[in-house]
């Protein structure tokens, strides 16, 4: 899951890197709401960070220009000033949750967690499917209860493929979700990807559908067992 945070503290923006990354997500950066506006409106982001006393143009008005443009990924607002009237102020611009900060960062995780699953239609923090789960709190798999042992970037297209089980993802889609901006994109890496996680998790979770993507699925035996 690709992430964008925009904080113009740069301390607080490189600490929000490094966790965010060691959760297993892609992340972006943007010191200023100008930058941050741009990297919103121009990638596919899965959520946003989103820091409302910005430089240039301040989090409420880079807000609801993504709105207004129907931006409709979840944002989550950061603010310093505990004012009940700048965050009514933020989720009348569209915010899905906030922060005062400072904050702890494993609550920040566990709301950022709590977002991504909203938008992707699940309740839990473990997503299932059959026998195969997914503990997006710990950035984890297994499989019959076994942990898998996955690099990070196999992670990032498992987890992306749980939270949109059943549908196809197309290769492109994937290779935006999954890596950071700066990094080297090339999609012939997510069939890489894919034939590790299949040796993992079993051939028969992935589907191939031709000219089109991917789509994970509960094998046929463990889906009559569930039945």
Same mark, same amino acid.
């Given at each position: 899951?690709?992430?964008?945070?925009?904080?113009? %503290?740069?301390?607080?923006?490189?600490?929000?890197?490094? *966790?965010?990354?060691?959760?297993?997500?892609?992340?972006?950066?943007?010191? /200023?709401?100008?930058?941050?506006?741009?990297?919103?409106?121009?990638?596919?982001?899965?959520? *946003?960070?989103?820091?409302? =006393?910005?430089?240039?143009?301040?989090?409420?008005?880079?807000?609801?220009?993504?709105?207004? %443009?129907?931006?409709?990924?979840?944002?989550?607002?950061?603010?310093?000033?505990?004012?009940?009237?700048?965050?009514?102020?933020?989720? %009348?611009?569209?915010?899905? /949750?906030?922060?005062?900060?400072?904050f702890i960062?494993?609550?920040l995780l566990?709301?950022?967690?709590?977002?991504?699953?909203?938008?992707?239609?699940?309740?839990?923090?473990?997503?299932?499917?059959?026998?195969?789960? *997914?503990?997006?709190?710990?950035?984890?798999?297994?499989? #019959? =209860?076994?942990?898998?042992?996955?690099?990070?970037?196999?992670?990032? *297209?498992?987890?992306?493929?749980?939270?949109?089980?059943?549908?196809?993802?197309?290769?492109?889609?994937?290779?935006?979700?999954?890596?950071?901006?700066?990094? /080297?994109? %090339?999609? #012939?890496?997510?069939?890489?990807?894919?034939?590790?996680?299949?040796?993992?998790?079993g051939q028969?979770?992935?589907?191939?559908?031709?000219?089109?993507?991917?789509?994970?699925?509960?094998?046929? #035996?463990?889906?009559?067992?569930?039945?």
């Amino acid at each position: 899951m690709r992430i964008l945070v925009v904080e113009d %503290d740069s301390d607080l923006r490189r600490q929000l890197a490094d *966790v965010l990354g060691q959760s297993g997500y892609a992340v972006d950066l943007a010191a /200023d709401g100008e930058d941050g506006h741009f990297l919103g409106d121009t990638e596919p982001y899965d959520a *946003v960070i989103l820091d409302l =006393g910005l430089p240039k143009m301040d989090g409420v008005s880079v807000l609801k220009k993504w709105r207004a %443009d129907g931006k409709s990924f979840p944002v989550l607002i950061l603010t310093a000033r505990d004012s009940w009237s700048e965050k009514v102020a933020g989720f %009348d611009a569209g915010a899905d /949750d906030y922060l005062t900060k400072p904050f702890i960062t494993e609550e920040l995780l566990a709301r950022l967690r709590a977002l991504l699953r909203r938008a992707a239609g699940h309740s839990a923090a473990t997503l299932e499917a059959g026998k195969l789960m *997914v503990d997006t709190r710990a950035a984890r798999a297994m499989v #019959n =209860g076994e942990p898998v042992k996955l690099t990070a970037h196999e992670y990032r *297209v498992l987890s992306y493929l749980m939270h949109h089980q059943g549908r196809v993802v197309p290769r492109t889609e994937l290779v935006e979700h999954i890596y950071d901006q700066d990094f /080297d994109r %090339d999609s #012939n890496t997510i069939e890489v990807f894919i034939g590790r996680l299949r040796r993992k998790i079993g051939q028969e979770r992935i589907q191939t559908e031709r000219g089109l993507g991917y789509r994970l699925v509960v094998p046929e #035996n463990e889906a009559r067992m569930a039945g």
